[in-house]
């Protein structure tokens, strides 16, 4: 009977602990803020799922915020990352670009990387492209969906680029999903991070 009691009191423990991580990463996705930088150098606009070659409601969001930022800082480049899933028709990077082409972003100021498949290759690859144009010290702005932007600044911050997040909207159908995605991957990458 002790033992049985060992055991719920472990269980019980082991699930309040668990629930106070979950709090814990749900309160930092959102109310992660940072103030902008008023002249970023570069702009980067995380890549996610496409519909054949046609961007998802989030990337979308992920694009218009973009495009919003280049007409507003006309200086900044602007890099376009993520690589092409079995199921894409074309890279992610590719599909970005051409929707900033046809908003009128200039194509000299826009730059693809096209390898990545996840927030960590995306950044890392996205600062190798910064460092080649000796820009990776500068500041930066990083545009994705509100659940998705205390991950990226942790990601960023883990490989020393100086960047704020630009949060953009997420569609109502991928909420839920999204946000409970987010607190398992931003649990990992925190124990991955002290490991």
């Not at 902008?36 to 992920?62: S, V």
């Not at 995306?122 to 702005?141: A, D």
């Not at 990601?155 to 991928?174: C, D, G």
Request: charge should be positive; include cysteine.
């Amino acid at each position: 009977m002790n033992r049985f009691r060992v055991i719920n009191k472990t269980l019980i423990g082991i699930l309040c602990i668990g629930f106070i991580i979950f709090l814990l990463s749900l309160m930092n996705i959102m109310l992660y803020n940072k103030k902008m930088p008023d002249k970023p150098r570069y702009i980067i606009i995380l890549g996610a799922r496409l519909y054949g070659e046609t961007p998802a409601p989030a990337l979308q969001n992920r694009i218009n915020g973009g495009i919003e930022l280049a007409k507003k800082h006309k200086d900044a480049i602007v890099i376009c990352t993520g690589g092409q899933g079995e199921d894409e028709g074309i890279s992610e990077g590719l599909a970005i670009k051409r929707e900033l082409l046809k908003a009128g972003i200039l194509e000299n100021r826009i730059l693809i990387e096209e390898k990545s498949t996840s927030t960590i290759e995306n950044l890392k690859y996205s600062k190798k492209i910064l460092e080649n144009l000796h820009l990776e010290k500068e500041e930066g702005i990083v545009v994705t969906n509100n659940y998705h932007a205390f991950r990226s600044s942790m990601v960023a911050e883990s490989i020393s680029l100086n960047i704020a997040v630009k949060k953009v909207n997420t569609p109502e159908s991928f909420k839920i999903k999204g946000y409970l995605r987010e607190i398992i991957a931003v649990v990992y990458y925190f124990v991955k991070l002290k490991m």
